[in-house]
């Protein structure tokens, strides 16, 4: 999935535009996902009509106070739109979870050709390894809602996480399982420390150092 994103800029929907521009940042956001790629334009009705459709669909999936859990879900808005302020104002009310291309990449049309979208809004799935689950799930999404997500899981036999924490991506990665058990050792140290050396036991240092609509094409 990262391969298909390889060498380009992925933008956060967030107020300050974060870019995704690093291999392992790209891939702690796609890896294991499935990726919802929405080909939409803010100047197509069908689009302005299904816009808050797919909004509560993918905020139901993934924000935690639904969930406890996010879903392993990402949506990537390819957009269609013929100016970036029309882009930029048919992202504003949508999640900041989403991510797009910038406006100048040619790689929103070359997508809309590889996936042979020819009308919009038009919503294409891909499974984690980059294969496409649906051509068009626009419909489903409508229909179903958040249960279609179920299925797509299971056909793309996505490997469930719920075992593992919740996680932020916005906050980075510990550098390590064992981290929060080496800290708790320090301060189990430290302590004992401080007790030794107010006894006059000790006299080392106490503290310690831690270290759908338009036709297209």
Known sequence: MVSLFSGRILIRNNSNQDEVETEAELSRRLENRLVLLFFGAGACPECQAFAPVLKDFFVRLTDEFYVLRAAQLALVYVSQDPTVEQQDLFLRNMPEKWLFLPFHDDLRRDLGRRFSVRHLPAVVVLKPGGDVLTHDATDEIQR???????????????????????????????????????????????????????????????QGNPGAGAQLW
């Open 144 to 206: 179903l809602g958040p249960a279609c997500f179920a299925n797509w899981q299971e056909a793309a036999e996505l490997l469930d996480r719920n075992f593992l924490q919740p996680e932020d991506l916005d906050e980075p990665a510990r550098r390590s399982f064992t981290e929060p058990l080496r800290r708790r050792k320090y301060r189990v140290d430290r302590d004992a420390s401080r007790g030794r050396g107010r006894s006059g036991c000790d006299s080392g240092d106490p």
